[in-house]
């Protein structure tokens, strides 16, 4: 049986968004995270897959730090599998 997909939402300030970013890629068990605007459009989607690590994540980490002082407040949607 295939595993289901779950989704979380954590709406959070611009200068949050790399500390929520970071917290969730360190507990592992997110596959993908989009981050939307208050138009609810997505304006980054970050695969997270098991060869994804380190330095394949540092430009993306400061493509996210720099989308920070771009927006005042965001949602950051979680997928994970169960």
């Known amino acids: 049986m295939p595993k ?6 954590y709406v959070v300030s ?3 968004i790399l500390e ?6 360190k507990e592992g068990n997110a ?13 980054l989607e970050v ?3 098991i060869g ?3 330095t394949i994540l540092a430009p993306v980490l ?9 927006i005042t407040n965001c949602t950051i949607e979680v ?3 169960e």
């Open 4 to 9: 289901e997909k779950k989704k979380e939402e």
């Open 31 to 43: 596959r993908k995270i989009l981050i939307k605007n208050e138009k609810k459009e997505v304006i």
């Open 20 to 25: 929520k970013v970071n917290e969730l890629i």
């Open 62 to 70: 400061a493509a996210i730090g720099a989308l920070a002082a771009l």
């Open 52 to 54: 994804v690590v380190g």
């Open 79 to 81: 997928i994970r599998k």
């Open 47 to 49: 695969p997270l897959t």
């Open 14 to 16: 611009g200068e949050k």
